[in-house]
């Protein structure tokens, strides 16, 4: 049942969405019959925001993809890892791409750091490629 509401909510989400571009189709539409040149940064952040969008519909169809394939998703889906994370204890829960909030500490499955722990044990070492090189997280336990 509860892959039931996941699947929902991942497709009210997906439908949210998809209101939100045809609303910012209308608005770049109207700024083209508009066409004042002062328009053409706002036409673009318009067109921004589109994309954007549009790559959270394509995240959630893969979330929803995994939700409806359940024999497909990870076993540590909804472990929750503490980590050792720079010298204090970080509590991380790996989550489908829908539900994460990181400041919450809900993590996607997608992220790297996710992809990093899957399959680890207590006391193992996850190594997590950062734009500051290569980061090292002990595993201090796994629920």
Do not use: C
């Amino acid at each position: 049942m509860q892959d039931n509401s996941r699947k929902n909510r991942i497709i009210n989400k997906i439908n949210d969405l998809k209101a939100q571009i045809l609303e910012l189709g209308s608005q770049i539409e109207q700024e083209r019959n508009e066409n004042n040149e002062e328009d053409t940064a706002i036409r673009q952040e318009l067109l921004d925001k589109r994309e954007i969008l549009e790559q959270q519909i394509l995240e959630l169809q893969n979330g929803l993809t995994l939700a409806s394939n359940s024999a497909e998703l990870p076993a540590d889906l909804g472990k929750t890892f503490t980590i050792d994370m720079n010298g204090s204890s970080r509590e991380l829960t790996i989550v489908l791409p829908d539900e994460a909030n990181p400041s919450m500490g809900s993590i996607s499955i997608d992220s790297p750091i996710a992809k990093a722990l899957l399959g680890k044990k207590q006391g193992e070492i996850a190594s997590v490629s950062t734009p500051m090189g290569n980061q090292q997280y002990l595993i201090k336990k796994v629920v």
